[in-house]
């Protein structure tokens, strides 16, 4: 893998400002007013004030037509219209004044940023400051922490950047935070404005009047903090209106910039993972909560990856003369696979991946080292980006961080034995898998590839029909899951689990004919992922399946009261071990069953309801099975191999 040029730096207040400084000093655009000259050039206006915006923007005769035309349809007359027009418009507008930029750098960013130490790839860094002063540039992160929008702030202040507008949750517009965001660039979005239509008219044209100011532009698509650690399903509401505003007017071409935040750990994640299993939030954001957020993050934490993703030109793709157009849909699952793609894999990630599959037993340091070894081997011969755990190729490295998690109370440590051993600690399992989740994306298509494999093993027919089977096998498990992970299409899917299988091994396309072999493969592999990845995923689709079976031929028409009784039905099965994987008993993984039922029409009553919802019961339990031959073969497997190193 092309090694990046990497800067890290601490978050805190007065290095920070030391940081910002030199960066700026070193740049080849002129010193310390560079980032100035180019917001300048930008064309984004700095002297008009919030209101002034929102009487210009009212001001177009494109507008005034068009809220006519909702006055109509709404059945209100045209000054009532606009009146409503001006305070949605008002609620939207962001200024950056000097003062203001300055509380929010110097007083709020080091409030949720002192966690971490900033590791950022600025090669890329900088050829973002070349692309910025001919194109707007749309930064569209991962969202993890309460604080990404300010770590990412702080790295493109540091840099010759125009300052992002950053669009946001009204959430965090409690005085005074609201009034101090508002005026350095964060435009604040209701959480919900459904058939609200001069409120959606209003999100349109003032993007329309950044675009053509060429403003740089910043916001979240998941639309909330994940929760289990991997990519969210994306909205796609704010890119749609972009691309709306680019069709009214646009003085740059548009480029989207796919950023990946990842964290060693996070000192919010046990609030989120409380909530996800179904504990009500603790405290609304307000003063109060922002006064103890600060405290948490007074504590230093571990370091913040940031990488940037392969760019790709939303004023290209959506061209009406593109040869390829493409819909929002597939620009926003095209950008989140180029996020996944920069993603780091990093230590927590795979100590957590290791020790989450063993039902709570305790590992010493040599048999986490035995499980992660081979995978980090795996990583590097993929060329994934994995520069940020070097330090695991020995004990030493492991050690520190299983150390580091067993601080955070993530892990358990028994010291009083011969040797440590490590577990994770009860009622953590959510925490840990917060982390394996980071990571997790790179491992599906090699833990498919396991559970097709050892299927087809027990299947003793000709090449072809061989093919088949485990395509089919493959693809129909993909389908299960395809609202979890984003997937290729079906033919770069089908080629990139050709390339799984040569890693595994290289002569795989001449042993797979023979059955014996197909299993061989396996038990010989350096090591089996299958289980330790997918069991928690397809644990709680079974848990939603099962109830929905119960609910016999009646339609599921509350979500969350259905969801309450999953994570209901669901501690229980833990408690009695018919489930596996607490970490399992995730709202966000039940809602994305209730996504996949919905998709198969197994949600409103119809004729054959009750033996689709069966049939879906049945196929998960099998998954499940499935995945429970391959723990199987894989202890097996580590028994072997201890028998043979005693004897050694």
Same mark, same amino acid.
Not at 60 to 83: D, T
Not at 172 to 192: E, H, K, N, Q, Y
Not at 407 to 424: R, S
């Given at each position: 893998? @092309?090694?990046?040029? @990497? ?142 929008? $300010? ?63 060429g403003g740089n532009l910043e916001w979240y698509m998941e639309g909330g903090r994940s929760r ?238 061989? $093919? ?116 399992s008993l995730s709202q966000e993984l039940f809602r994305n069953a209730l996504k996949l ?19 879906? @019961? ?31």
């Amino acid at each position: 893998m @092309k090694q990046q040029e @990497k800067t890290s730096f601490s978050t805190g207040a007065s290095e920070q400002n030391s940081a910002h400084n030199s960066a700026i000093n070193r740049r080849e655009h002129g010193g310390p007013k560079a980032a100035e000259l180019l917001r300048e050039a930008s064309g984004v206006s700095t002297s008009l004030d919030r209101k002034e915006i929102v009487e210009k923007i009212l001001s177009s005769s494109r507008v005034q037509v068009a809220l006519n035309e909702l006055a109509i349809k709404e059945g209100m007359s045209e000054v009532a219209a606009l009146s409503r027009a001006r305070r949605s418009l008002h609620s939207l507008v962001a200024v950056q004044k000097p003062l203001f930029t300055t509380l929010f750098d110097r007083i709020l960013a080091p409030m949720h940023t002192n966690a971490w130490t900033v590791d950022v790839d600025q090669a890329a860094l900088r050829r973002l400051e070349v692309l910025s002063r001919d194109n707007m540039l749309v930064f569209l992160p991962t969202h993890r922490s309460y604080a990404d929008p $300010f770590i990412l702030t702080q790295l493109i202040s540091s840099s010759a950047l125009p300052r992002n507008y950053i669009l946001g949750g009204d959430n965090i517009g409690f005085w005074p935070m609201g009034s101090v965001v508002r005026r350095s660039g964060a435009i604040l979005i209701r959480r919900s404005f459904g058939d609200d239509r001069i409120y959606k008219l209003m999100i349109k044209e003032y993007l329309a009047y950044l675009a053509r100011s060429g403003g740089n532009l910043e916001w979240y698509m998941e639309g909330g903090r994940s929760r289990t650690g991997k990519l969210r399903p994306p909205m796609y509401g704010l890119l749609r209106y972009l691309g709306q505003a680019l069709s009214i007017e646009s003085s740059k071409s548009v480029i989207l910039v796919p950023v990946a935040i990842t964290y060693d750990q996070l000192h919010e994640i046990w609030g989120m993972a409380a909530e996800e299993t179904g504990n009500a939030k603790k405290a609304k954001e307000g003063l109060p909560w922002l006064a103890n957020y600060a405290k948490m993050q007074s504590k230093w934490i571990g370091t913040a990856y940031v990488r940037f993703g392969e760019l790709m030109s939303l004023t290209e793709v959506m061209h009406p003369d593109s040869k390829t157009p493409s819909t929002i849909e597939k620009v926003a699952i095209e950008v989140f696979q180029r996020i996944n793609k920069v993603t780091p894999v990093t230590g927590p990630a795979l100590a957590t991946l290791a020790l989450l599959a063993v039902r709570n037993r305790a590992l010493t340091l040599p048999e986490i080292t035995n499980l992660v070894s081979p995978l980090l081997a795996y990583a590097r011969k993929r060329n994934l980006p994995t520069e940020v755990v070097d330090e695991l190729d020995n004990h030493s490295g492991i050690s520190d961080a299983l150390s580091s998690l067993a601080k955070a109370n993530v892990l358990a440590c028994y010291n009083d034995g011969p040797e440590p051993v490590y577990n994770i600690c009860a009622g953590s399992h959510n925490i840990a898998a917060f982390y394996r989740n980071s990571a997790i994306h790179w491992f599906i298509s090699r833990a498919i590839l396991e559970v097709t494999l050892l299927h087809t093993s027990r299947i003793n027919n000709g090449k072809e029909s061989i $093919f088949d089977q485990g395509w089919d096998d493959a693809h129909a498990l993909r389908d299960v899951l395809k609202f979890e992970f984003f997937f290729s299409e079906k033919q770069k899917f089908k080629e990139e689990m050709r390339q799984e299988a040569l890693i595994l091994d290289p002569d795989f396309f001449e042993k797979v004919q023979r059955a014996e072999e197909r299993r061989n493969m396996l038990y010989q592999a350096p090591f089996l992922i299958a289980h330790r990845v997918l069991m928690p995923f397809l644990e709680a689709y079974v848990i939603v399946a099962e109830l929905m079976v119960a609910k016999i031929n009646q339609s599921i028409e509350d979500s969350n009261e259905f969801i309450a009784d999953c994570l209901t039905v669901g501690k229980q099965w833990v408690l009695q071990y018919k489930i596996r994987s607490p970490e399992s008993l995730s709202q966000e993984l039940f809602r994305n069953a209730l996504k996949l039922a919905k998709n198969r029409n197994l949600l409103e009553q119809r004729d054959g309801l009750q033996e689709d919802r069966i049939a879906l @019961k049945n196929y998960l339990h099998s998954m499940v099975a499935a995945l429970v031959n391959v723990e199987s073969l894989d202890q097996e497997r580590c028994e072997k191999i201890k028998e043979n190193e005693a004897n050694e």
